[in-house]
């Protein structure tokens, strides 16, 4: 089983960043691929981005790409999701999401979520 706990999220203004967090907890936090999905409100919960367990490979979906990074640190039990020159469009509840399966242009999430973290983004 594996917990997560996002943090991070907060107000601000366009062109500005944010650095997300997710710790996570359980024995074999290094073994998930990683992701971060984000639901606005009356949106669908959608793809952001996703690293491999080694961290040698990750994916973004195309609003993201060039802004957003993501990282993780399996020692420290952490993933990462730096999000700089935001936009408005960006504003929706940030989750964590262990065991996210990558393939081509598709990217479907495992079964284990974090609570979430709002991230604000205003004009």
């Known amino acids: 089983q594996v917990q997560l706990a996002e943090s991070g999220g907060g107000l601000v203004q366009a062109g500005g960043s944010l650095r997300l967090s997710c710790a996570a907890s359980?024995?074999?936090?290094?073994?998930?691929?990683m992701g971060w999905f984000r639901q606005a409100p009356g949106k669908e919960r959608e793809f952001v981005a996703a690293?491999?367990?080694?961290?040698?490979?990750?994916y973004y979906t195309d609003f993201v790409k060039g802004r957003f990074t993501i990282s993780r640190d399996n020692a420290k039990n952490t993933v990462y999701l730096q999000m700089n020159s935001l936009k408005p469009e960006d504003t929706a509840v940030y989750y964590c999401?262990?065991?996210?399966?990558?393939?081509?242009?598709?990217?479907?999430?495992?079964?284990?979520w974090g609570q979430g973290t709002q991230v604000t983004v205003s004009t």
């Open positions: 690293i491999s367990w080694s961290g040698a490979i990750t």
């Open positions: 359980g024995r074999t936090f290094s073994t998930y691929t």
């Open positions: 999401n262990a065991g996210t399966s990558v393939a081509g242009t598709k990217a479907s999430p495992g079964i284990y």
